[in-house]
């Protein structure tokens, strides 16, 4: 990643189709939960790329992910 380009990966559990709900529990977690993640991380970004607030997200890892078998949400460097 380069400092002028700033971004950020969000990796979470979940499918593609709308039906798919049933199965959010099998990955660990609920799709509220993934969606609540997503939302203010999302939010993070803006807040700090397009507002300018300092709210240090340029100083963490830039991988968020979800891991399996309720181990949860961690940042990654790589």
Do not use: C
């Not at 559990?13 to 999302?42: C, D, L, S, V």
């Amino acid at each position: 990643m380069k400092e002028n380009n700033p971004s950020k990966i969000i990796m979470g559990p979940g499918y593609h189709h709308y039906n798919a709900r049933p199965f959010w529990e099998y990955f660990g977690g609920t799709e509220k939960q993934a969606r609540e993640i997503f939302k203010i991380e999302h939010l993070r970004f803006f807040d700090r790329y397009l507002k300018g607030i300092d709210n240090e997200i340029d100083r963490e890892p830039p991988i968020l992910l979800h891991v399996m078998n309720g181990k949860g949400w961690r940042f990654e460097k790589e």
